[in-house]
């Protein structure tokens, strides 16, 4: 079927530091999405995105985070500058239409902030 | 708010014995949420194994079938014979009304079948 890549699995950075993580959606989706599970801890959203704006977020999308898709490339959530809380799973979702449409998800990237 | 609550977070069952994994959910809109049970297997991500929308329905897939019980507000996922194949972590999960646009999810219970 669909599939979702997210590009790294893992990423170690120190507090303070930026990261971007990215996710390579279905080809012809347009709506997309990031959650965050914490080790233990159900997933929860952050937010979704359809072109170029954000849609939805959640409160756990803190001003340190942003999201883009920069000429239809990846999808990317960025946060700016780091805290130790940030230390979780990662994942993107895409899907193609908006309202209950299947979202498709990526692997995961496993974020540890040191 | 909406939530999904899953209560075991992990079961052992014996390759071909009947499987049940509960779920209940809590919304505060007047409508119906949708409902999911999505499935992680090892090593990939993950992916939607049935959906319901609608009050009263079953979904089913791949041998699994769950029921939309709006007076128990529960959602069981529910299997009669497992195969070792079947082992991974399932998700209960919902969207609410009115966007339907935002998962909410369960904490997951892994599922383990023993040969």
């Known amino acids: 079927g669909p599939k979702v890549l997210q590009i790294p699995s893992h990423q170690i950075i120190d507090m303070g530091q930026m990261v971007t993580l990215n996710c390579d959606p279905v080809?012809?989706?347009?709506?997309f999405y990031w959650y965050k599970q914490i080790l233990g801890q159900q997933m929860e959203f952050l937010v979704n995105?359809?072109?170029?704006?954000?849609?939805?977020k959640s409160k756990l999308f803190k001003d340190q985070f942003s999201v883009e898709r920069p000429d239809g490339s990846y999808f990317t959530l960025k946060i700016q500058p780091t805290a130790l809380e940030d230390s979780a799973v990662y994942f993107c979702?895409?899907?193609?239409?908006?309202?209950?449409?299947?979202?498709?998800f990526g692997p995961g990237t496993r974020l540890t902030v040191l | 708010g909406d939530s999904v609550t899953q209560t075991e977070g992990q079961v052992t069952v014996s390759e071909s014995k009947s499987l049940i994994i509960n779920c209940t959910y809590s919304?505060?809109?007047?409508?119906?949420?949708?409902l999911f049970w999505y499935v992680r297997y090892p090593g990939e991500g993950l992916q939607l194994l049935l959906k319901?929308?609608?009050?009263?329905q079953k979904g089913s897939s791949r041998g699994f079938e769950a029921t939309y019980n709006k007076e128990t507000t529960s959602f069981h996922l529910q299997k009669a014979s497992v195969q070792e194949s079947d082992s991974a972590v399932y998700y209960c999960?919902?969207?609410?009304?009115?966007?339907?646009?935002?998962?909410?999810f369960g904490s997951g219970t892994k599922l383990t079948v023993e040969p």
């Open positions: 995105f359809y072109n170029g704006k954000v849609m939805e």
């Open positions: 080809s012809n989706h347009l709506y």
């Open positions: 319901v929308i609608t009050a009263g």
């Open positions: 919304t505060t809109s007047i409508a119906y949420p949708n």
């Open positions: 979702a895409s899907s193609w239409d908006w309202g209950g449409a299947e979202q498709y």
């Open positions: 999960a919902l969207v609410p009304p009115p966007n339907y646009n935002v998962l909410y």
